[in-house]
Nanobody, 125 residues
Framework: VQLQASGGGLVQAGGSLRLSCAASGRAFSNYVMAWFRQAPGKARECVAALKSSAGTYYTDSVKGRFTISRDSAKKTVFLQMNSLKPEDTAVYYC????????????????????WGQGTQVTVSS
C-alpha cells in the first residue's frame, strides 16, 4: 500500500486548506486512516482518525475546525481544515492500517504501518 499526500501550503490565520491522501491497494474501505502532524521540536501528533465503520477521533485542539472524511471509490481520505491558526503549522502525514484498532489506539503512531510523505502546512498570523 502506498499513500500520497497533497494539499499543503501557506495560508493566513482564519483560512482553510484541504489535504488529500490517495491510497493504492485493495480493501481501502476497511482501513483505519489518520492524519498526523509534526511541528519542529515536537512529537508526532494524531490530528484525526477515521475507522472503516463509524468512529472518528480528533485531538482536542482541532475539534470543530477539522473534519476527516473518506471517498472509498476514489481511495482517498481528506482532512478539511478550517479556521486555521498559526499553531496548526506543521508537516502533516497521512497514515493507514488494516488492523482493527480500538479507539484508544487510533491516535498512536506505532499502530499504523503505512505512511505517506509529509505535506507542509504553514499558517501565518
Amino acid at each position: 500500500v502506498q499513500l500520497q499526500a497533497s494539499g499543503g501550503g501557506l495560508v493566513q490565520a482564519g483560512g482553510s486548506l484541504r489535504l488529500s491522501c490517495a491510497a493504492s491497494g485493495r480493501a481501502f474501505s476497511n482501513y483505519v486512516m489518520a492524519w498526523f502532524r509534526q511541528a519542529p521540536g515536537k512529537a508526532r501528533e494524531c490530528v484525526a482518525a477515521l475507522k472503516s465503520s463509524a468512529g472518528t477521533y480528533y485531538t482536542d485542539s482541532v475539534k470543530g475546525r477539522f473534519t476527516i472524511s473518506r471517498d472509498s471509490a476514489k481511495k482517498t481520505v481528506f482532512l478539511q481544515m478550517n479556521s486555521l491558526k498559526p499553531e496548526d503549522t506543521a508537516v502533516y502525514y497521512c497514515a493507514g492500517t488494516i488492523r482493527p484498532l480500538i479507539s484508544s489506539s487510533m491516535r498512536v503512531p506505532n499502530a499504523y504501518e503505512y505512511w505517506g510523505q509529509g505535506t507542509q502546512v504553514t499558517v501565518s498570523s
